[in-house]
């Protein structure tokens, strides 16, 4: 079973930068290869939205918000997707979440300050 764990969260003054990471283990390294992979947030009393993602051939795709801002790569080597976020703002703030197919991970929360 896929097992997704991200990192790298915290407070943050506002214009400042974190670097989220999304370890991925119980899955070969030829099928995390594979798979495209994802970052989500969700903001306190709103959805779950999509952020960035990356496919298996390394084409990414981000959220018109976060555009020019945040940047999503992958080392397959390590099974690990990043999200560097740069430029945080205010409405950045929420819980990050990695997935891969139908799994997961717990979350890790961003919050910036004004």
């Known amino acids: 079973q896929v097992q997704l764990v991200e990192s790298g969260g915290g407070l943050v003054q506002a214009g400042g930068s974190l670097r989220l990471s999304c370890a991925a283990s119980g899955i070969s390294l030829v099928d995390f290869t594979l798979n495209g992979m994802g970052w989500y947030r969700q903001a306190p009393g709103k959805q779950r939205e999509l952020v960035a993602t990356i496919t298996s051939g390394g084409s990414t795709r981000y959220a018109d918000s976060v555009k020019g801002r945040f940047t999503i790569s992958r080392d397959n080597a390590k099974k690990m997707v990043i999200l560097q976020m740069n430029s945080l703002k205010f409405e950045d703030i929420g819980v990050y979440y990695c997935?891969?197919?139908?799994?997961w991970g717990r979350g890790t929360q961003v919050a910036v300050s004004s």
């Open positions: 997935n891969l197919r139908k799994s």
